[in-house]
């Protein structure tokens, strides 16, 4: 596998031998100085061409950064869907190599680079042959930073996580499992994760990114809480998948309750009492009941 070293001069160096190419900048988990660093991590690279038209009707060029495993071009599957694109402004190619790199490489007009390079703060500058490039701080991931809930916010995260609990509960009781497991997924561990950024966030007086999805979480949290959160996993079958319901209900509760003592809000135990009380019956609930209570 290259080293990053031998993949950085690869990039530039292609850059500086092609008068189409006029600046280089980089973003991503790469520039972040708090960003764990791994040989996982992409090279997010943006060229910018003075056209795009040449790039794409012939990409030999792409072959300059090695042998291809696999290549994704997201705006031809945009386009070739129905969707709105404007090629001749800027085009992507996601590259991953059979050493095991990737690159993400974005190539961009001027006049687009302009709408968006001051917008991302994770942003570094690498090669500039016309001072085109404007001015920026060096790359920060504040942009990213967990944010201090309002009130509303938190009550509207706790009543949502409580109320559409019953909707996980229904599924498992008619045996629709897409429909319980997708509520489960992408609705409940949506406030449940909301509330451990919030948790983290104010440990580190909101000035830390949980990560993508969530995946710092796990450096973040006590051993305890994560241990737990592990425990909101499970696999299709009802009694774990009704385990880790009540894993999740107990710990939602812990994390409410510490931003709560945190932001001075009040949290309201009455929605999980009466929501628990939901939950507990519905678990025992025959499959040809009439009635719940």
Known sequence: MRAEEEMMNLIIGYAMNDNRIRAVYMNGSRTNPNAPKDLFQDFDIVYVVTETASFIRDESWILHFGDLLMIQEPDKNDQACGERTDFDRSYSYLMLFTDGNRIDLHIETE?????????????????????????????????????????????????????????????????????????????????????????????????????????????????SY?????????????????????????????????????????????????MMKYLRAVRNLPKDAQKIF
């Open 111 to 223: 006049e687009s680079m302009k709408e968006r390079f001051v917008s991302e703060k994770l942003t570094l500058p690498l090669l500039d042959k016309d001072q085109i490039l404007p001015a920026i701080d060096p790359p920060s991931d504040v942009d990213y930073h967990v944010c201090k809930p309002t009130e509303a916010m938190y009550a509207g995260c706790c009543n949502n996580f409580w109320w559409c609990l019953q909707n996980v509960a229904k599924g498992i009781w008619r045996d629709e499992l897409p429909y319980a497991k997708q509520m489960f997924e992408q609705v409940i561990r949506q406030e449940l994760d909301k509330m451990v950024s919030w948790r983290i966030g104010s440990e580190h007086n909101y000035k830390v990114s949980t990560g993508k999805m969530g995946k710092y979480f796990k450096i973040y949290l006590p051993a």
């Open 226 to 274: 994560w241990e737990l959160y592990k425990e909101t996993y499970c696999d299709s079958d009802n009694y774990s998948f009704w385990e880790s319901i009540f894993k999740t209900c107990k710990l939602f509760h812990m994390l409410a309750q510490d931003v709560a003592d945190h932001v001075s809000f009040t949290y309201l135990i009455d929605e999980e009492h009466n």
